[in-house]
């Protein structure tokens, strides 16, 4: 696991500059600090939330202490001490393949205040967070995204989507195995440790994947002070036939449209399955709870295998959306951190208008699909040519670069495009299955 306290590094010079050459000061904010409340009380403006009571303020610092804080302040307004932008970041490491970690500096809580829009203050903020994870040594950024058309100026694309579920039960019908462990309730109180434990498992076995963290854990079992439904949360935990916990649920239960007691909606909050055996027995359980008619669940795989596990397969819909975005800030690391299905001996031309991908790289894999990056020698024609958003999209085997070619984005030929697919082919489709 990363271990850089990103706290400890230098605010970048550049967006330092470029911030007080129009009158605002680039300054980090610890979460010990004063400075905290106004930081928390600007993101939750940013993202149309509500100010802070004093609980959440003391949580959100508990859970944000190891985190590098940077705010941008308008010194001449009237609350100098309110940051007009916020940023947060914090080392972790991405699943790239099964069994196999890369570190990631990881970005949340992007913000400028209506007050300060379009002046250049969101791209100073990311522009430094960038350059200072690259001079760190992070071969990747990434991000999850509100809105899908601000970040792809800074080199970030999307790297692995999920998708939205909503099962109509009364359609469904289980088909799917019956497991042999056995389900029980647990207590909220536990979730946090049993969800960290289970996930930890799963996420490294999952590219796209990352460590979630206490306050995350808190905040799906309903413990933060501003969870509005937390006496509502329920959970339910599979244990294999060995005794072993392999797999949580965390649901509430709303009524249905038209105030219809029989038909209530499940909404999942979390489930996690250390393995097949514990998915199916999850999923059965949701779906074959008395008094439920809809069953919600986010941040499922893209095909969700439950589509497979009923006798109605129309009476699951999955709504596909782009969730985790990366940006390759070292393309050597990046490239040779994954596993590859076949060998492949390519060229790659990557542009990268910030300069940290940039250039002619030679990639070479073995027939163990273990690879060898290196910058390519002039002498090498090049055989595919991409932008840095493009090469992030291809990176875990997520996106294809015969359809990335296609839109245009990926140019080669349908060799040199196919010989790509097939080595970068993922074992398992990436999934982010949080949001940070
Ligand atoms: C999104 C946000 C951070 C942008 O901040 P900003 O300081 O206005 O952005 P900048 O002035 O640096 O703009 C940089 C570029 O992004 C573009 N841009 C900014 N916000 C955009 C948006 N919402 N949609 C599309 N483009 C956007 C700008 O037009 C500019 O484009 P250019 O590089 O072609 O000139 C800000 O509007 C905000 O805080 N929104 C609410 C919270 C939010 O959605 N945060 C994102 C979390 S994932």
Redesign the pocket.
Known sequence: MATTDTRALALDATSAADLEASGLEYALVPADHEGFEPFLRAVSR??LGEDPSADEVESARRALTPRRLTGVFDRSGVAPESPV?TVDSWATELTVSPGRTIPLWSISA???APT?????????MLTGELRTAAAAGFPLAG?????A??YG?WGFSPAAWASDVVVDTRRARWTGPVAPGRLDFVSRESLPERLSRVHERVRLERPGSVPGWEGRWRGVAGLTPDAKDGNKVRAVSYRDAAGEERGILVYTLDPGPNDDYSAHVLSVRALFADGDEAAAALWRFAIEHDLVGEVKASLQPAVPPVQWMVADRRAVTATLTDHHWLRILDVPAALSARRYARALDVVLRVEDPLGFADGAWSLRVDADGVAEVDAAPESRDVDVELSVGALSSLLLGGARARELAAAGLVRGSAQALAALDAAFVPDVAPLLDIWY
């Open positions: 940013g993202f932008a992007v913000t400028v300060h829009r379009r002046r250049g203050i969101a791209r100073a991000l999850t995204v509100t809105e058309t601000i100026r």
